[in-house]
């Protein structure tokens, strides 16, 4: 990153910090100072922290240079993925194990915030978020001077909604929310009908936070001290499974009222755990079909990814990678263990690199999931990652590993799922999808796949192998609402398999 002086360009750019392996940060500007998110090790009290999470650090504009950034402590335990920087206001946005919180600190700011951040703390105080918010991504928060911050925020129970946040009065306004026909109706100005209100102030809410906490004025500008939100129908719960190791992973549950935790339903595991990519468990009115079924939905919050920070993303990658595929499993015992799903219901489902991590796990467990849907799946990854030629190949050395070394070869190659298909084993039910259009994982990936484990696997005319290759589509799909018809193929594929 380098800087500018707007007043006198001609002075030419000077560097903030130079380049260094495995070390990130992002600036902001602020009054002559500079405010950094980093996971460079800082100095505070004498002592150096970790390399790993984000740290929020501070030095002058004028005193450049790692050696110069000291950490402000704003406490809490969350991990810090972002910022936004206002006049009055430093925005936080951050991760308490996998659900979001955004902190607010008072500008100007010192070195001297609370590190224990106690609710009184007249420096940062934690911005109250409607019911089970599980998804928030900052809106368009370009107006420095500003003192509103507009988010949009939902819930595997509260459909999107647009909200913009009052920094100094505390009040929130509701802008927009998506409507679910059939089950909630937005009518400008009137409360929302149809669903169960969410109240956004609260006597519990009011003892929690230090200041007099805002209200909620409705959609349209009415008076309505409410949103949308369907926890009336559904339950979501967040949950911590022990991994074989020992460490507790999140995993998200979400489920129907009319369900019964009896151990006899039928339930979809989903995970990711690469790139420290946060797994999306906001708002998706695909699911309802599956849940008014009687389904359980879980999302498991896997090493690997970044649901706990950088700490979490580095503890899932290159030679830890199978920590992801024991934390997977590991979730799908507990779902078993603890009644949320029967054994021979129970299935799963990767996407892109989730694939990978889902077919690890069958070639683990083959008795793990009664079927298995692999979108794109990146799967054969020993011969990828050798392959040079292909685009995407060096700059994955970094999550992966190069397998040139030997050493990473090797260790690549003990999790590969192309690479360790069982002989006369019985796998599951599966249904693969490729793209022959697809730039980031090649289509002969998922074929060869399923060639390998028709060829290898036990014979079972009852765990079917299925191979769906679209020709025009690409990594990421097809045209609007084309993704509608692939769920409605992914779910009948489970429907049938699970014996409805």
Not at 120 to 125: L, R
Not at 276 to 282: H, K, N, P, Q, R
Request: aromatic content about 10%; overall charge negative.
């Amino acid at each position: 990153v380098y800087l500018i002086d707007a007043e006198n360009p001609a002075t030419g750019l000077k560097l903030v910090e130079r380049r260094r392996p495995g070390v990130e940060y992002y600036v902001e500007h602020y009054h002559g100072n500079l405010l950094v998110l980093s996971n460079q090790p800082a100095c505070i009290g004498g002592m150096k922290t970790n390399v790993g999470s984000y740290q929020l650090l501070k030095c002058s504009a004028d005193s450049l240079g790692s050696e110069y950034w000291q950490e402000i402590a704003v406490g809490g335990g969350a991990a810090i993925y972002d910022m936004d920087v206002f006049d009055k206001h430093l925005v936080l946005y951050q991760l308490k194990g996998g659900i979001p919180c955004i902190r607010i600190l008072d500008m100007p700011i010192s070195l001297e915030v609370d590190a224990n951040s106690h609710t009184g703390d007249p420096h940062s105080w934690i911005l109250p978020l409607p019911g089970d918010v599980c998804s928030v991504s900052p809106g368009s928060n370009i107006d420095y001077y500003s003192s509103t911050l507009r988010l949009v925020v939902s819930s595997p129970l509260l459909p999107e909604a647009v909200l913009d946040y009052d920094l100094l009065n505390r009040d929130c306004t509701a802008l927009q929310q998506q409507e679910v026909l059939g089950i909630t109706r937005q009518i400008p100005g009137r409360p929302v009908t149809d669903s169960k209100t969410l109240k956004f102030t609260s006597p519990e809410v009011k003892k929690r936070f230090w200041a007099a906490n805002g209200r909620l004025i409705g959609i349209g500008g009415g008076s309505s001290d409410s949103l949308a939100d369907l926890s009336h129908i559904y339950a979501c719960e967040h949950l911590q499974v022990a991994s074989a190791d020992g460490v507790d992973i999140p995993l998200t549950v979400v489920y129907s009222h009319n369900y019964k935790r009896d151990g006899s339903n039928a339930a979809l595991l989903m995970g990711y755990g690469a790139y420290g990519e946060v797994l999306d468990i906001g708002w998706c009115s695909d699911q309802l079909s599956l849940l008014d079924r009687g389904w359980v939905l879980a999302f498991a919050h896997v090493r690997g990814g970044g649901e706990l920070g950088k700490a979490w993303h580095h503890s899932g990658m290159m030679q830890q990678k199978w920590n992801s595929i024991n934390d997977f499993i590991s979730c799908a015992d507990f779902l078993v263990q603890k009644s949320y799903a029967n054994r021979r219901r129970l299935c799963a489902k990767g996407v892109s690199a989730g694939g990978l991590l889902v077919s690890a796990a069958i070639n683990v467990r083959p008795d793990l999931f009664c079927a298995a849907i692999l979108k794109v799946p990146f799967i054969d990854i020993c011969n990828t990652m050798l392959d040079e030629s292909l685009p995407l190949t060096i700059p994955e050395y970094e999550e992966w590993g190069n397998p040139n070394a030997v050493e990473n070869f090797h260790y690549i190659r003990s999790y590969s799922p192309y690479d360790n298909v069982h002989e006369r084993a019985s796998y599951p039910a599966m249904f693969v999808t490729a793209s022959f259009l697809d730039t980031r994982v090649g289509y002969w990936e998922a074929a060869k796949w399923v060639a390998r484990v028709r060829e290898l696997a036990e014979k079972n005319s009852n765990q079917v192998v299925i191979l769906k290759t679209s020709m025009s589509c690409g990594h990421f799909g097809g045209i609007q609402y084309h993704h509608i018809k692939e769920t409605a193929v992914e779910y009948a594929f489970l429907i049938k398999m699970i014996g409805v």
